[in-house]
């Protein structure tokens, strides 16, 4: 932070400091959270902010958008090649995270009142694919499908309940599914009820650009992603459609929901789909599985439960009702010590502020090159914690110490 800042406003200066310091010190296994490189936060910072440019390329509502037209066109092309899309391909770099994301795709495809159907928050699904608190669900009329009680996803349930009420839209793509989704299934169902079929990869599109997940591409009318999750950029979103959708979803974007783009933003999307197709960024992605895998093998063998009994992904989900615990009282022990790991609902859930799960995940920790023996240890932690009832605070010192080996790049 810049000495000029400190002397303008010395309270929000000192807050800063204290969350980078927070953030530093902290093993963060939130999975939905990563480390955005230092170059991404330089370009959010940068003097983009200050224009405005409604509409799209070539097309704007106001003057001076010279060079904001040739960034937005750079994040666009570097958006399909990344996922290795061709002409048949649009994509909408504006929208300003995932929910405005799926809500701009809703508001561009369907009618208020018309069917979308997602899954259910209890099995993994998120908000904004028609939960009753959401617009989504406000708005549209929402149908959800459950996981099957072994934790994966029932194909024959879910085109059972896709029959019988037609949706327009089919919503897969999860916030808490621990394994590889089958696109294709989801698409075999779509087209059987005459749906479009919307993948929001949000979570996974990272490991989708490095090969590690399944592409929904092939499989999909529509795509929506955040940014920030696995491809470890701003928060922003992007929105990928079949060009005969031209017009219905940038319109939707814009003047439906949104307003001007937020450049810095458009920016960053641009560089952070540059860094995904590094060697680095790719063996990131291996590495975030990888390690993912063995705090999920190490958790197990201290007596956890996991939800499918592992993960082929970033997250998993574990089931506590074995370990006598709430999932918002283990969040609360293991910040104690600075491990974050955020409570969650599973299938047998109906509250979701106290659930009886959590759902690690292993992103944060690989962009900041923490290994399998590192994700052992952080087990080891957790069972400590957990089971063993170890006072949080004497663990804190430890992760302290794990913390200064493994340094964040700010
Ligand atoms: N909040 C994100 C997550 O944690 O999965 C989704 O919006």
Not at 21 to 36: C, G, H, N, V
Not at 219 to 240: E, M, Q, S, W
Not at 246 to 255: M, R, S
């Amino acid at each position: 932070m810049t000495k000029k800042l400190k002397k303008i406003d010395s309270r929000l200066a000192g807050l800063i400091k204290k969350e980078i310091e927070r953030q530093k010190f902290t093993i963060d296994l939130i999975p939905s959270e990563a480390i955005a490189p230092n170059e991404v936060l330089e370009v959010l910072g940068s003097p983009l902010i200050n224009k405005y440019s409604e509409g799209g390329i070539g097309r704007r509502y106001y003057p001076g958008n010279k060079y904001i037209d040739k960034i937005e066109d750079l994040a666009k092309k570097r958006a399909k090649e990344v996922f290795g899309l061709g002409k048949n391909w649009e994509v909408n770099v504006q929208l300003l995270s995932g929910t405005p994301a799926n809500l701009a795709v809703y508001f561009g495809l369907c009618n208020p009142r018309d069917k979308i159907m997602g899954m259910s928050l209890f099995s993994g699904g998120h908000l904004s694919h028609g939960h009753p608190v959401s617009l989504s669900g406000k708005i549209f009329n929402s149908v959800t499908y459950n996981s099957g009680e072994d934790g994966y996803l029932d194909f024959d349930h879910i085109e059972k309940i896709a029959k019988k009420y037609k949706p327009k839209i089919i919503i897969s793509g999860f916030s808490a599914y621990p394994r590889k989704v089958n696109f294709r299934k989801f698409y075999q169902i779509a087209k059987k009820v005459n749906a479009y079929h919307m993948a929001d990869i949000s979570h996974i599109a990272g490991l989708v650009a490095a090969g590690v997940h399944p592409s929904p591409f092939r499989y999909a009318d529509i795509v929506t992603t955040t940014c920030h999750k696995t491809l470890n950029g701003p928060r922003a979103a992007i929105i990928f459609y079949r060009k005969e959708l031209t017009g219905k979803i940038d319109k939707a974007v814009f003047p439906g929901i949104q307003g001007g783009p937020h450049n810095n933003k458009v920016a960053a999307i641009a560089l952070s789909l540059k860094i995904a197709k590094t060697a680095a960024f790719k063996n990131t992605m291996k590495q975030i599985v990888r390690n993912a895998r063995a705090l999920a093998e190490e958790l197990r063998k201290y007596g956890f439960n996991l939800i499918t009994n592992g993960t082929d992904t970033h997250l998993m989900l574990v089931d506590l009702r074995n370990k006598n615990i709430s999932g918002g009282d283990a969040e609360k022990m293991l910040e104690k010590a600075g491990i974050l790991v955020n409570r969650n609902s599973i299938f047998i859930d109906r509250k979701p502020y106290n659930p009886s799960g959590i759902r690690p995940g292993t992103v944060s920790v690989s962009f900041r090159k923490m290994k399998e023996k590192e994700m052992r240890k952080i087990a080891n932690w957790i069972a400590d914690i957990i089971d063993k009832k170890r006072n949080p605070t004497e663990v804190r010192k430890e992760v302290v110490e794990l913390c200064k080996k493994f340094p964040l790049p700010y």
